[in-house]
């Protein structure tokens, strides 16, 4: 097996951190598809002890509409607690929910994912 630089396919800077996103490959579907952090799995915070989350990440109990009358969304990136920093169409953003905020206070990670 062979190592190789690998570059990212975008890189998203969001709450003070860096995301590198990289392409994997599907044999099946013939294409590449960008792979982003699980933050269910693994989850991160900001400084402040908010959780990232990815806007394709299904919603939880706090969830709610974005828009005023609108049905409750099925994912993060329809929520109302979603903020996106930089466009409407960032993929990965913060929960600004303050029933899921972390309030003890961890240690930041050094390292850029």
């Not at 806007?55 to 005023?68: D, I």
């Not at 961890?106 to 994912?113: G, I, W």
């Given at each position: 097996?062979?190592s190789?630089?690998?570059?990212p396919?975008?890189?998203?800077?969001v709450g003070?951190?860096?995301?590198?996103?990289?392409?994997?490959?599907?044999?099946?579907?013939?294409?590449?598809?960008?792979?982003?952090?699980?933050?269910?799995?693994?989850?991160?915070?900001?400084?402040?002890?908010r959780?990232?989350?990815?806007?394709?990440?299904?919603?939880?109990?706090?969830?709610?509409?974005?828009?005023?009358?609108k049905?409750?969304?099925?994912?993060c990136?329809?929520?109302?607690?979603?903020?996106r920093?930089?466009?409407?169409?960032?993929?990965?953003?913060?929960?600004m929910?303050?029933?899921r905020?972390?309030v003890?206070k961890?240690?930041?990670?050094?390292?850029?994912?």
């Open positions: 097996m062979c190789q630089h690998k570059e396919h975008k890189v998203i800077r003070g951190r860096v995301f590198r996103i990289y392409a994997e490959y599907d044999e099946e579907l013939g294409e590449s598809y960008p792979v982003y952090p699980d933050f269910e799995k693994s989850p991160e915070y900001t400084d402040e002890g959780p990232f989350a990815t806007a394709e990440s299904e919603s939880c109990p706090y969830k709610r509409p974005n828009t005023s009358g049905p409750c969304p099925s994912d990136g329809g929520c109302g607690w979603f903020y920093e930089q466009t409407p169409y960032d993929p990965i953003g913060i929960c929910c303050d029933a905020r972390r003890d961890p240690m930041r990670k050094e390292r850029e994912t």
